[in-house]
T-cell receptor
């Protein structure tokens, strides 16, 4: 079963760029990498998805190296409202424990 | 567009009682998912429907959990009888086939407390 490994928690300050790396050594050839954000008392919210190289949208960037065994979610200039749990999925419906990002003033 | 609707938002029951949760997905979304999220953990898939057929229910504890999606629209998840370890948030999500096939839209969840 494909499993992802992410840091349990990260702290950052407002205005900084935050990079959260996820390891997915057993990713299957046809699997995409997807990131979700979850605030307390809410369901997860889709952030970004990619297969290889780099994907960018209005919220974040996703960097995936050629071997696809890891990926990095990049959040530019975070604000207090970005404090949340971030989940990396390498198998579409399998969530890990996520990374608690805390943005400090 | 309207999001995924779930009800109730909160439910407290005693062990061995039964409970049902309801979900209405985003209009036009053929795929519907039920997840269980225990405090401090990521969501765990219980069952996936494609229209009104079950795609994956391998992690559904079928001795006490059941789910249906009649007419391929809204869905009900039932627990009977409930155990203490069923205390969790039950999340419903929906998606539609397309380029972002893994982009699921989640509802707010139902927080179940079993005492």
């Amino acid at each position: 079963l494909a499993k992802t490994t992410q840091p349990i928690s990260m702290d950052s300050y407002e205005g900084q760029e935050v990079n959260i790396t996820c390891s997915h050594n057993n990713i299957a050839t046809n699997d995409y990498i997807t990131w979700y954000q979850q605030f307390p008392s809410q369901g997860p919210r889709f952030i970004i998805q990619g297969y290889k190289t780099k994907v960018t949208n209005e919220v974040a960037s996703l960097f995936i190296p050629a071997d696809r065994k890891s990926s990095t979610l990049s959040l530019p200039r975070v604000s207090l409202s970005d404090t949340a749990v971030y989940y990396c999925l390498s198998r579409q419906l399998t969530f890990g424990s996520g990374t608690q990002l805390t943005v400090l003033p | 567009e309207a999001g995924v609707a779930q009800s109730p938002r909160y439910k407290i029951i005693e062990k061995r009682q039964s409970v049902a949760f309801w979900c209405n997905p985003i209009s036009g979304h053929a795929t519907l998912y039920w997840y269980q999220q225990i405090l401090g953990q990521g969501p765990k898939l219980l069952i996936q429907f494609q229209n009104n057929g079950v795609v994956d229910d391998s992690q559904l504890p079928k001795d006490r959990f059941s789910a249906e999606r009649l007419k391929g629209v809204d869905s009900t998840l039932k627990i009977q009888p409930a155990k203490l370890e069923d205390s969790a948030v039950y999340l419903c999500a929906s998606s539609t086939p397309g380029p972002s096939v893994y982009e699921q839209y989640f509802g707010p969840g139902t927080r179940l407390t079993v005492t």
